[in-house]
Each structure stands twice: as structure tokens, then as C-alpha cells.
């Protein structure tokens, strides 16, 4: 017989975290993959009930494949924990590494596995910055939308830091390959000039006003 948590949100799951602090939650799984150089979100999924980790991977991998198609790429090496041991014959196409197998690991593969730690803190800014801590969406299908949403949100946060990073050729190129996209000429001197006439006829007082630092960027 299952278990009811909330009234409200029947869905909820009680999901035990391992930790001192906060042994427990109720809420629902998420699954994140990212990409092991940029930390950019190929794949975000919840799942509805408490599935064994293992048994997400094949999952993520899919959505991870048809979310890169248009790249021409697809993954082939999947850096885990430990949670995800015992499923390589679910993916058969895919390298699965994880910490159990540290002593059969390349020099190289070694390095890229203390890469994985970088999801935690991918994760945290997730529920901090993005608001993934808590759903206001009604039902399993609203759990579904707000992860993906708050994974977007987090790639247009990081697309932004990119392009200060790297400044207007960065630009440049992404527009190009937006205007490729969407099958039209690039004109890439207009939009410049369109960028710079805007800058200069916005007053100093309505970029105040429209600042207000009580929101979280």
C-alpha cells in the first residue's frame, strides 16, 4: 500500500538523503547530467515515485542523445557514483565509471572521475538560485516542467557568464550560428550597430529604476 505524505501532493516521495543534518526529504527525484568540462545541462528529468539511481541511467542517456543531435555527438562515457553500479548491461554503448572501479581506471580516467564532484555544486545552485527546492506546479506533470525549467534557467545563466567571459566574438559566433538556424542571412554589423544606439539612448536613471537588489540574480 503506498504511503501518503501531503494531502496536497500525493506524488511525494520520502527520499532518505544519508546525512546528519538532513536525513530525510519529501519531495521527487531528479535526474541531472551535465557536460564534464563546462558543467552546461544536457538532461533533467524527475521521476515519479523512488526509483534505484541505476535504474535512471538508461533514461538520461537517451534524453541526453536526442537533446545533442543536432551537435552530431552523443555521449559515450558516463562519469557516476556509486549508485549506479551493476546496470552496464542496460547500456551497453556507454562507458560507466564510478569509484568502485577506481583500481582498473587510467591515470586519465582518474582526473576526469574527481570531475563528477563538480554536480554537487551544479545541484545546490539548482535548488538556490533556481528555486528547484520547492514546486509550486500541481501534480507529477508540474514536477516534470520545473525541472526542466530551472535546468534552463541555469543554461541561460551560464550562457550569459560565457559571454562576459568572452566578450563580443563569443557573441558574434552565437549569433551566426542562430541566424544558421534559423535559415536566414546574418547581418552582424546591424546588430551591432542596433546594440550600441540602444546603449547610448537608455538614460542613467531608468537603469536605476529598473534595478532592485531584494531579487536574486
Known sequence: MPKLYAWHAPEVECIAKGNSKTPYEFGFKVGIAATLKHNLIVRA????????????????????????????????????????????????????????RFKT??????????????????????KADHRMDRCHLKGEQGDKLRAVL?????????LLRMIAKKGVPFLQQLYLRLYQAAALSPNWARMLLNLAVNALLI???EVIGDFNTDRPW
Request: net charge positive; glycine share 10%; aromatic share 6%.
Open 45 to 100: 528529468r524527475a521521476f515519479t515515485g523512488n526509483p534505484y539511481d541505476g535504474h535512471t541511467l538508461r533514461e538520461q542517456l537517451e534524453q541526453a542523445t536526442i537533446l545533442m543531435q543536432d551537435r552530431g555527438c552523443k555521449p559515450i562515457t558516463a562519469y557516476v557514483d556509486l549508485g549506479y553500479r551493476g546496470v552496464d548491461g542496460d547500456n551497453p554503448t556507454v562507458a560507466i565509471k564510478h569509484r568502485g
Open 105 to 126: 581506471l587510467a591515470a586519465q580516467e582518474r582526473k576526469l572521475l574527481k570531475r563528477r564532484q563538480t554536480i554537487e555544486p551544479t545541484i545546490g545552485h539548482l
Open 150 to 158: 530551472c535546468a534552463a534557467g541555469y543554461n541561460i545563466r551560464w
Open 203 to 205: 538614460r542613467p536613471c
